[in-house]
């Protein structure tokens, strides 16, 4: 899965969707991308997501999150902002945020169950994009991203063990993150929290797929089947 990693000048975990195996075959590369924040972007990183043929941005970050661009963004592309959060919601975040359990996939299937609307929204917004490639973004590029990924691949047919291999690409890649942060790697204490609780990112995403009936719930929700059909052209061979 290594050679799908993109080395955008200014981001550290974005990731091409494509490569990966699917029902119908591998899915199609420079379609649909995750990301880190494209706000770190280089000028020479925009000119990078434009020659991938990227021509909407889907962030799907908190309003207060969102800080002045690096480089001018291109006029070639369209910026949709669609929070993932709801943070407004404190019921659910006072429960949710306050732990290392917001960085693992612990939280995925409650927010699915309370907020499948926006879920929804998200996919729709991918889906039904203008011609050309989708980038999809938070702020590390892991958590929200990594919810956004996992829906995309399974609605497309991607088996679990890979959605699951794809998340646990961004522990190595945001490594360098944190060392450009000065931060600390927050990987090993989050690895160490959910030994403590007898499972692991990966298990936790295999088991969401395995017993969660995702586009029924997505359907429920306001999705539409022209929706998944386009999401599947885009991706699909």
């Known amino acids: ?57 889907v962030d799907l970050r908190n309003e207060s999150e969102i800080g002045p661009d690096l480089a001018p963004r291109p006029d070639s592309i369209e910026t949709v902002n669609i929070p993932l959060d709801v943070s407004e919601d404190r019921e659910f975040w006072d429960v949710w945020e306050n732990g290392p359990e917001f960085a693992t996939p612990l939280y995925y299937r409650p927010h699915l169950e309370r907020f499948p609307e926006r879920s929804a929204e998200v996919i729709r917004a991918i889906a039904l994009a203008p011609p050309g490639g989708v980038v999809f973004h938070c702020q590390g590029g892991r958590d929200r991203a990594g919810q956004v990924a996992m829906l995309v691949l399974a609605l497309a047919g991607v088996e679990p063990g890979e959605i699951a291999a794809d998340y646990a690409l961004s522990d190595e890649r945001l490594r360098s993150f944190y060392l450009a942060q000065g931060e600390e790697d927050e990987g090993p204490k989050i690895a160490a929290f959910l030994r403590e609780r007898g ?23 306001g999705l539409e089947e022209r929706d998944l059909e386009a999401l599947r052209r885009r991706l699909l061979p």
């Open 1 to 57: 899965m290594a050679d799908r990693n993109l080395s955008w000048s200014g981001t550290y975990n974005s990731r091409d969707l494509g490569g990966l195996a699917a029902a119908a075959g591998l899915t199609r590369r420079g379609a649909i991308v995750r990301s880190d924040s494209l706000q770190r972007l280089h000028g020479r990183g925009w000119e990078e997501v434009e020659a991938l043929g990227v021509r909407t941005v």
């Open 199 to 221: 499972t692991t990112a990966s298990e936790l995403i295999v088991e969401l797929l395995t017993g969660f009936d995702l586009e029924a719930a997505l359907l429920v929700a």
